[in-house]
């Protein structure tokens, strides 16, 4: 069984209740790592970049505050708060912060 960090148990939650901005900083908070899947809030400050990357299997993207801006490939995407965004396995991206906004990432891993 895979253990859920940091979230209440039976009680209704705010995923972007459960981890604060810090200046100048991306705050990662993991909520779920196992074999096959990863659970992860990231909260950016305003200005901050995650450089172009590419991950192992697809990641799963939905912001929970504020407006995040993405490269997917060539594409530029801008995903506001509510909205969701796959990304494909393989595919490099990156993402920066122009205001504060927090992201929950549920990345799924091969199994091999």
């Known amino acids: 069984m895979t253990a859920i ?8 939650f705010n995923y972007a209740d ?9 705050t990662s ?9 990863n659970m992860t809030i990231l909260a950016f400050d305003s200005e901050q970049l995650l450089p ?3 991950t192992p299997g697809p990641a799963l993207i939905q912001i929970l505050d504020g407006t995040a801006y993405f ?3 060539n594409e530029e995407v801008n ?6 965004l796959l990304i494909p396995a393989g595919v490099p ?14 990345s799924i891993l091969p199994l091999d």
């Open 5 to 12: 960090q940091h979230i209440p148990e039976r009680t209704p």
């Open 18 to 26: 459960l981890t604060d901005y810090h200046e100048g900083q991306i």
């Open 29 to 37: 908070l993991a909520l779920v790592r196992s074999k096959g899947v």
């Open 52 to 54: 172009t990357h590419q």
């Open 71 to 73: 490269t997917v490939g």
């Open 79 to 84: 995903l506001p708060q509510g909205k969701s």
């Open 93 to 106: 991206h990156s993402v920066i912060a122009r205001e504060r906004f927090k992201m929950l990432v549920t």
